[in-house]
Protein backbone atom coordinates (compact mmCIF):
# COMPACT_ATOMS: atom_id res chain seq x y z
CA UNK A 1 0.00 0.00 0.00
CA UNK A 2 1.61 3.37 -1.16
CA UNK A 3 1.98 5.60 2.18
CA UNK A 4 -0.39 8.97 2.19
CA UNK A 5 2.29 11.07 2.56
CA UNK A 6 0.25 14.23 1.99
CA UNK A 7 -2.19 13.15 4.69
CA UNK A 8 1.21 12.24 6.97
CA UNK A 9 1.92 15.80 6.65
CA UNK A 10 -1.43 17.63 6.75
CA UNK A 11 -1.57 16.14 10.50
CA UNK A 12 1.61 16.91 11.50
CA UNK A 13 0.95 20.66 10.26
CA UNK A 14 -2.56 20.50 12.25
CA UNK A 15 -0.63 18.74 15.48
CA UNK A 16 2.07 22.10 15.42
CA UNK A 17 -0.26 24.57 14.49
CA UNK A 18 -2.43 22.97 18.18
CA UNK A 19 0.74 22.63 20.10
CA UNK A 20 1.06 26.46 19.05
CA UNK A 21 -2.12 27.24 20.67
CA UNK A 22 -1.97 25.26 23.62
CA UNK A 23 1.90 25.92 24.85
CA UNK A 24 3.49 28.79 22.87
CA UNK A 25 6.13 29.51 25.28
CA UNK A 26 7.68 25.52 24.38
CA UNK A 27 8.19 27.23 20.66
CA UNK A 28 9.50 30.78 21.67
CA UNK A 29 11.01 32.81 23.97
CA UNK A 30 9.73 35.95 22.20
CA UNK A 31 6.52 37.78 23.59
CA UNK A 32 4.07 37.99 21.03
CA UNK A 33 2.92 41.97 21.47
CA UNK A 34 6.02 43.58 23.08
CA UNK A 35 8.94 44.11 20.56
CA UNK A 36 12.92 45.05 21.15
CA UNK A 37 14.55 48.44 20.34
CA UNK A 38 16.32 48.81 17.81
CA UNK A 39 15.31 45.40 16.05
CA UNK A 40 12.84 47.03 13.79
CA UNK A 41 12.23 45.41 9.92
CA UNK A 42 15.23 42.95 10.80
CA UNK A 43 15.22 40.19 7.92
CA UNK A 44 15.37 36.61 8.82
CA UNK A 45 17.87 35.22 10.58
CA UNK A 46 19.40 33.17 13.17
CA UNK A 47 18.04 35.16 16.46
CA UNK A 48 14.92 35.91 14.30
CA UNK A 49 13.91 32.96 12.34
CA UNK A 50 11.27 34.63 10.54
CA UNK A 51 12.60 38.33 10.93
CA UNK A 52 10.48 41.27 12.70
CA UNK A 53 7.91 43.70 11.93
CA UNK A 54 8.16 47.76 12.31
CA UNK A 55 7.69 47.53 16.11
CA UNK A 56 10.90 44.95 16.58
CA UNK A 57 8.64 41.79 17.33
CA UNK A 58 9.56 38.43 16.62
CA UNK A 59 7.17 37.16 13.79
CA UNK A 60 7.51 33.41 14.37
CA UNK A 61 6.42 34.36 18.01
CA UNK A 62 3.42 36.41 16.42
CA UNK A 63 2.26 33.81 14.10
CA UNK A 64 2.71 31.10 17.06
CA UNK A 65 0.71 33.26 19.48
CA UNK A 66 -1.83 34.09 16.74
CA UNK A 67 -2.56 30.61 16.12
CA UNK A 68 -4.76 30.20 19.80
CA UNK A 69 -6.90 33.29 18.42
CA UNK A 70 -7.63 32.25 15.15
CA UNK A 71 -8.20 28.14 16.31
CA UNK A 72 -10.59 29.49 18.58
CA UNK A 73 -12.21 31.53 16.43
CA UNK A 74 -12.55 28.72 14.26
CA UNK A 75 -14.15 26.52 17.04
CA UNK A 76 -16.87 29.05 17.59
CA UNK A 77 -17.59 30.04 14.21
CA UNK A 78 -18.23 25.86 13.33
CA UNK A 79 -19.66 25.39 16.86
CA UNK A 80 -22.49 28.12 16.17
CA UNK A 81 -23.19 27.00 12.96
CA UNK A 82 -22.93 23.15 13.86
CA UNK A 83 -25.50 23.47 16.71
CA UNK A 84 -27.71 26.08 15.60
CA UNK A 85 -28.19 24.88 12.25
CA UNK A 86 -28.80 21.27 13.00
CA UNK A 87 -31.27 21.95 15.55
CA UNK A 88 -33.27 24.58 12.61
CA UNK A 89 -32.75 21.15 9.93
CA UNK A 90 -33.82 18.41 13.10
CA UNK A 91 -36.88 21.25 13.64
CA UNK A 92 -37.79 20.77 9.96
CA UNK A 93 -37.42 17.87 9.21
CA UNK A 94 -39.21 16.23 11.94
CA UNK A 95 -42.05 18.80 12.24
CA UNK A 96 -42.43 19.25 8.56
CA UNK A 97 -45.53 21.55 7.31
CA UNK A 98 -45.80 24.78 8.22
CA UNK A 99 -42.77 24.66 10.51
CA UNK A 100 -40.58 23.10 8.16
CA UNK A 101 -41.81 25.73 5.49
CA UNK A 102 -41.08 28.43 7.71
CA UNK A 103 -37.50 27.35 8.84
CA UNK A 104 -36.51 26.35 5.29
CA UNK A 105 -37.46 29.96 4.23
CA UNK A 106 -35.53 31.91 6.68
CA UNK A 107 -32.54 29.14 5.51
CA UNK A 108 -33.35 30.47 1.76
CA UNK A 109 -32.63 34.05 2.53
CA UNK A 110 -29.45 33.29 4.42
CA UNK A 111 -28.34 31.36 1.55
CA UNK A 112 -29.33 34.37 -1.31
CA UNK A 113 -26.92 36.67 0.84
CA UNK A 114 -23.17 36.80 0.32
CA UNK A 115 -21.44 35.24 3.31
CA UNK A 116 -18.68 38.17 3.36
CA UNK A 117 -21.67 40.44 4.02
CA UNK A 118 -23.63 39.07 5.79
CA UNK A 119 -20.23 38.69 8.27
CA UNK A 120 -19.29 41.85 7.96
CA UNK A 121 -22.92 43.12 8.56
CA UNK A 122 -23.32 41.27 11.46
CA UNK A 123 -19.46 42.28 13.31
CA UNK A 124 -20.17 45.45 12.33
CA UNK A 125 -23.44 44.77 15.07
CA UNK A 126 -21.52 43.25 17.45
CA UNK A 127 -18.38 44.61 17.38
CA UNK A 128 -14.81 43.94 16.75
CA UNK A 129 -13.48 41.25 18.14
CA UNK A 130 -12.61 37.38 17.42
CA UNK A 131 -14.96 36.00 19.33
CA UNK A 132 -17.78 38.60 17.50
CA UNK A 133 -15.82 37.25 14.18
CA UNK A 134 -16.25 34.02 14.87
CA UNK A 135 -20.23 34.53 15.77
CA UNK A 136 -20.01 36.49 12.42
CA UNK A 137 -18.54 33.81 10.65
CA UNK A 138 -20.64 31.04 12.79
CA UNK A 139 -23.78 32.73 11.30
CA UNK A 140 -23.07 32.62 7.99
CA UNK A 141 -22.79 28.26 7.77
CA UNK A 142 -26.28 27.98 9.51
CA UNK A 143 -28.04 27.51 6.36
CA UNK A 144 -26.06 25.23 5.02
CA UNK A 145 -25.93 22.68 8.48
CA UNK A 146 -29.63 23.34 8.33
CA UNK A 147 -30.38 22.50 4.82
CA UNK A 148 -28.12 19.16 5.07
CA UNK A 149 -29.32 18.38 8.33
CA UNK A 150 -33.01 18.45 7.73
CA UNK A 151 -32.49 16.39 4.55
CA UNK A 152 -30.65 13.63 6.59
CA UNK A 153 -34.13 13.33 9.01
CA UNK A 154 -36.13 13.39 6.14
CA UNK A 155 -33.90 10.15 5.36
CA UNK A 156 -33.95 8.90 8.28
CA UNK A 157 -37.43 9.84 9.25
CA UNK A 158 -38.79 7.60 6.89
CA UNK A 159 -37.28 4.73 7.59
CA UNK A 160 -38.78 1.51 8.82
CA UNK A 161 -37.40 1.37 12.84
CA UNK A 162 -38.51 4.98 12.94
CA UNK A 163 -41.79 4.30 12.35
CA UNK A 164 -41.69 1.04 14.43
CA UNK A 165 -40.44 2.77 17.32
CA UNK A 166 -43.49 5.24 16.40
CA UNK A 167 -45.92 2.56 16.21
CA UNK A 168 -44.51 0.92 19.72
CA UNK A 169 -45.65 4.25 21.68
CA UNK A 170 -42.76 6.01 21.47
CA UNK A 171 -43.12 9.72 22.26
CA UNK A 172 -41.82 12.22 19.52
CA UNK A 173 -39.40 13.28 21.98
CA UNK A 174 -37.98 10.32 22.68
CA UNK A 175 -37.97 8.89 19.08
CA UNK A 176 -36.39 12.02 18.08
CA UNK A 177 -33.51 12.41 20.17
CA UNK A 178 -32.84 8.08 20.23
CA UNK A 179 -33.53 7.23 16.74
CA UNK A 180 -33.34 10.16 14.07
CA UNK A 181 -30.94 12.65 15.68
CA UNK A 182 -27.99 9.99 16.15
CA UNK A 183 -28.64 8.47 12.79
CA UNK A 184 -28.73 11.82 11.06
CA UNK A 185 -25.14 13.29 12.47
CA UNK A 186 -22.87 11.66 10.37
CA UNK A 187 -23.03 13.81 7.69
CA UNK A 188 -23.63 17.30 9.86
CA UNK A 189 -20.13 16.04 11.50
CA UNK A 190 -18.42 15.84 8.27
CA UNK A 191 -19.33 18.87 6.81
CA UNK A 192 -18.38 20.41 10.50
CA UNK A 193 -14.79 19.18 9.69
CA UNK A 194 -15.06 20.89 6.46
CA UNK A 195 -16.15 24.10 7.69
CA UNK A 196 -13.16 24.39 9.95
CA UNK A 197 -10.69 25.30 7.12
CA UNK A 198 -13.29 27.72 5.49
CA UNK A 199 -13.92 29.00 9.31
CA UNK A 200 -10.38 29.77 9.57
CA UNK A 201 -9.69 31.31 6.30
CA UNK A 202 -13.43 33.92 6.98
CA UNK A 203 -11.58 34.43 10.47
CA UNK A 204 -8.51 35.94 8.73
CA UNK A 205 -10.30 37.57 6.09
CA UNK A 206 -12.47 39.49 8.46
CA UNK A 207 -8.87 40.53 10.58
CA UNK A 208 -7.52 41.36 7.41
CA UNK A 209 -10.07 43.67 6.79
CA UNK A 210 -9.86 45.32 10.16
CA UNK A 211 -12.93 43.49 11.85
CA UNK A 212 -11.23 40.57 14.21
CA UNK A 213 -8.78 41.17 17.12
CA UNK A 214 -7.50 44.52 17.65
CA UNK A 215 -3.44 45.22 17.56
CA UNK A 216 -1.35 44.30 19.24
CA UNK A 217 -3.42 41.27 19.64
CA UNK A 218 -1.58 38.83 17.28
CA UNK A 219 -3.85 37.13 14.87
CA UNK A 220 -3.25 35.35 11.08
CA UNK A 221 -5.28 38.24 9.06
CA UNK A 222 -4.14 41.06 11.24
CA UNK A 223 -0.43 40.20 10.54
CA UNK A 224 -1.01 39.96 7.03
CA UNK A 225 -2.94 43.45 7.25
CA UNK A 226 0.07 45.28 9.14
CA UNK A 227 2.53 43.90 6.68
CA UNK A 228 1.17 45.27 3.49
CA UNK A 229 2.19 48.90 4.03
CA UNK A 230 5.81 46.89 3.97
CA UNK A 231 5.73 44.24 1.18
CA UNK A 232 8.64 46.17 -1.03
CA UNK A 233 11.06 46.66 2.12
CA UNK A 234 10.22 43.35 4.63
CA UNK A 235 8.21 41.06 1.91
CA UNK A 236 8.21 38.10 4.81
CA UNK A 237 5.79 40.23 7.02
CA UNK A 238 2.69 38.98 4.76
CA UNK A 239 3.98 36.00 2.93
CA UNK A 240 4.54 33.83 6.18
CA UNK A 241 1.07 34.62 7.55
CA UNK A 242 -0.32 33.88 4.24
CA UNK A 243 1.62 30.69 3.76
CA UNK A 244 0.73 29.40 7.32
CA UNK A 245 -3.02 30.33 6.63
CA UNK A 246 -3.00 28.30 3.51
CA UNK A 247 -1.32 25.72 4.96
CA UNK A 248 -3.54 25.16 7.86
CA UNK A 249 -6.73 25.29 5.27
CA UNK A 250 -5.31 22.69 3.17
CA UNK A 251 -4.56 20.56 5.46
CA UNK A 252 -7.73 20.93 7.61
CA UNK A 253 -9.57 19.84 4.18
CA UNK A 254 -6.62 17.16 3.08
CA UNK A 255 -7.89 15.55 6.86
CA UNK A 256 -11.40 15.84 5.83
CA UNK A 257 -11.27 14.15 2.35
CA UNK A 258 -9.26 11.13 4.15
CA UNK A 259 -12.45 10.70 6.62
CA UNK A 260 -14.99 10.76 3.44
CA UNK A 261 -12.81 8.15 1.63
CA UNK A 262 -12.94 6.28 5.03
CA UNK A 263 -17.03 6.56 5.18
CA UNK A 264 -17.28 5.45 1.45
Known amino acids: ???PIGLAASWFVMAIVVMWALFPALFTSYSGTVGVARQQLRAPSAEHWLGTDALGRDLLARV??????????????????????TTLGLLAGSARGRVDGA??????????IPQLLLSLSIVILLGFGTVNAAIAVGVTSIASFARLARSEVVRVRASDYVEAAFGSGGTFVRVLLRHILPNSLTSVVALA????????LAIS????????????????????AEGRNYIARAWWLTTVPGVVVILVVLSANRINQSFGKDRT
Do not use: C, H
Open 205 to 224: TLGFLGYGAPPPTPEWGLLI
Open 103 to 112: IMRIVDVLLS
Open 193 to 200: ALQFGSAI
Open 64 to 85: IYGAANSLSGAFVAVGVGLVIG
Open 1 to 3: MRF
